[in-house]
């Protein structure tokens, strides 16, 4: 069973449609991508990582609490 987990007020949901966004607008075009391109999906990509780690660990702590 899936459990609706708090988003912490991330903003997670933002981070990951920006990522979508650039990556569309580079699938779009023709031509190469340019080095500034990948490390603002790269820059955008390692906030997302960084942030479900803080989701995670924010979690398993209300779920630790919960249990106690």
Same mark, same amino acid.
């Given at each position: 069973m899936l459990k609706h987990l708090p988003d912490h007020g991330l903003p997670l949901v933002q981070l990951k449609e920006q =990522?979508?966004?650039l990556v569309v607008a580079l699938q779009n =075009? *023709?031509?190469p991508? *340019?080095?500034w391109e990948l490390m603002q999906i790269a820059a955008v990509q390692q906030a997302i990582s960084a942030f479900e780690d803080v989701i995670t660990d924010l979690d398993a702590e209300m779920e630790m609490e919960a249990a106690a």
């Open positions: =990522r979508r966004d =075009r *023709n031509g991508v *340019n080095a």
